[in-house]
């Protein structure tokens, strides 16, 4: 099978999950439910279920036990894409080409949807072994694996040190800092929940992580050449929006092409830390996608 064809094949399984773990809207408040399902189902690339899935298998794994996982983490990310666009952090009106979750359903409906979506994340991976078989072991070092990234410690305190930092000229370390946590934490802890699925030993859990963390860099990195030079209908998000908020970048500290030179070097760096782990192929195609990306 094609990396295409088993890049489509992972997406497809993610969301057709994902409706199935999803609320039904039958209930009084449904109207959350409709909030988290909108936000869930807008699309995206995916890029972290699929990760969490591949990791697994090229780790030996079965990916069914890796699917709780995989859209538990998914769903943390819908969830802190919905907390970014509220007027009191980014203030953004417009995700994936559509209205913003608390333009559509409303500021207060918009926080509790996240807030759901966030604890159900949890919730389905508690699940794992009535419903994909994935041992309880895994599960215990999945929740605290996962906690642990998108808390304080990760996920959280990256968007702490963006708001701390916000229109005001920060050093490399600084950015750096800001984005292996508010990035590259959720990265990783996509990687590693796929490695903890498989039963991987800790030091392929280590090893694992840290290819995650270059690939988060360079990810962002690609984020803030897109902020620049990307087209609008593609991102489905206004381009621009960085500067507009006098927020420092990769490209306000390297410039464009340098930018993308470390970018480039970061997704070499990244295929080299793949490469010390048996069938990396689809890994090294996708990091390498990534860097071409236009969305």
Same mark, same amino acid.
């Given at each position: 099978?094609? #990396?295409?064809?088993?890049?489509?094949?992972?997406?497809?399984?993610?969301?057709?999950?994902?409706?199935?773990?999803?609320?039904?809207?039958?209930?009084?408040?449904?109207?959350?439910?409709?909030?988290?399902?909108?936000?869930?189902?807008?699309?995206?690339?995916? /890029?972290?279920?699929?990760?969490?899935?591949?990791?697994?298998?090229?780790?030996?794994?079965?990916?069914?036990?890796?699917?709780?996982?995989?859209?538990?983490?998914?769903?943390?990310?819908?969830?802190?894409?919905?907390?970014?666009?509220?007027?009191?952090?980014?203030?953004?009106?417009?995700?994936?080409?559509?209205?913003?979750?608390? =333009?559509? #359903?409303?500021?207060?409906?918009?926080?509790?949807?996240?807030?759901?979506?966030?604890?159900?994340? #949890?919730?389905?991976?508690?699940?794992?072994?009535?419903?994909?078989?994935?041992?309880?072991?895994?599960?215990?070092?999945?929740?605290?694996? +996962?906690?642990?990234?998108?808390?304080?410690?990760?996920?959280?305190?990256?968007?702490?040190?963006?708001?701390?930092?916000?229109?005001?000229? =920060?050093?490399?370390?600084?950015?750096?800092?800001?984005?292996?946590?508010?990035?590259?934490?959720?990265?990783?802890?996509?990687?590693?929940?796929?490695?903890?699925?498989?039963?991987?030993?800790?030091?392929? =859990?280590?090893?694992?992580?840290?290819?995650?963390?270059?690939?988060?860099?360079?990810?962002?990195?690609?984020?803030? =050449?897109?902020?620049?030079?990307?087209?609008?209908?593609?991102?489905?998000?206004?381009?621009?929006?960085?500067?507009?908020?006098?927020?420092?970048?990769?490209?306000?500290?390297?410039?464009?092409?340098?930018?993308?030179?470390?970018?480039?070097?970061?997704?070499? +760096?990244?295929?080299?830390?793949?490469?010390?782990?048996?069938?990396?192929?689809?890994?090294?195609? /996708?990091?390498?996608?990534? +860097?071409?990306?236009?969305?």
């Amino acid at each position: 099978m094609s #990396f295409t064809q088993t890049l489509q094949e992972y997406i497809q399984m993610v969301n057709q999950q994902l409706e199935e773990y999803l609320p039904k809207k039958s209930n009084l408040q449904h109207v959350v439910d409709d909030a988290m399902a909108y936000s869930v189902e807008a699309g995206g690339k995916r /890029l972290r279920p699929v990760l969490t899935l591949e990791v697994c298998r090229m780790l030996g794994g079965e990916i069914q036990h890796a699917l709780p996982f995989a859209c538990a983490v998914e769903m943390i990310h819908s969830s802190s894409l919905i907390h970014d666009d509220l007027p009191c952090m980014d203030d953004d009106e417009l995700r994936r080409g559509k209205p913003s979750c608390h =333009i559509a #359903f409303g500021e207060a409906n918009a926080l509790l949807a996240g807030d759901a979506l966030l604890l159900y994340a #949890f919730e389905v991976m508690a699940k794992a072994h009535q419903t994909h078989g994935t041992g309880y072991e895994e599960i215990a070092k999945g929740i605290e694996t +996962l906690s642990h990234c998108a808390g304080t410690d990760g996920m959280v305190g990256g968007q702490v040190i963006d708001l701390t930092y916000e229109n005001q000229r =920060i050093e490399y370390e600084i950015l750096h800092q800001m984005h292996l946590l508010k990035t590259g934490a959720l990265i990783r802890a996509a990687c590693q929940l796929g490695a903890i699925a498989a039963k991987a030993s800790p030091e392929q =859990i280590q090893q694992i992580g840290a290819y995650a963390e270059t690939l988060g860099l360079a990810f962002q990195i690609c984020d803030d =050449i897109l902020d620049v030079v990307g087209d609008q209908q593609l991102l489905g998000k206004p381009i621009g929006s960085d500067e507009q908020m006098q927020k420092t970048n990769f490209i306000t500290l390297f410039g464009l092409e340098g930018s993308r030179q470390k970018a480039a070097e970061l997704t070499e +760096l990244a295929k080299q830390q793949l490469r010390q782990f048996d069938h990396p192929e689809f890994l090294l195609e /996708l990091t390498d996608m990534l +860097l071409e990306r236009k969305k």
